[in-house]
């Protein structure tokens, strides 16, 4: 396969749009390929932040819980610290659960 003159004057400008536009491709894709792993980096922070966050307010739910139990176990104490003869000031002797 033999190439004329007028022929290679046409071939190799080609050739070397062709490099340009493969190294432009190739660029492109490591370009997208670094936006997309820092993409996924912040989504996983994210999701961590998120894990944190939830966690963050079981503790303190949990927290709350334990200083509602405390409080109530306080009044049950503070209610058998009365003496068996005296009665509460302004306290019934029965609860309604009939809601």
């Not at 334990?66 to 000031?89: C, I, T, V």
């Amino acid at each position: 396969m033999s190439m004329k003159l007028v022929e290679l004057q046409v071939a190799i400008p080609k050739t070397v749009d062709a490099g340009k536009l493969a190294e432009q491709h190739q660029q492109q894709n490591a370009i997208n390929q670094s936006q997309m792993a820092a993409l996924a980096e912040k989504e996983r922070l994210k999701k961590l932040e998120t894990v944190n966050r939830f966690g963050e307010s079981e503790k303190t739910s949990n927290k709350r819980k334990n200083e509602h139990h405390a409080k109530a176990e306080n009044k049950q104490s503070e209610k058998h610290n009365l003496p068996s003869g005296e009665a509460h000031p302004f306290k019934g002797r029965r609860v309604d659960y009939s809601g």
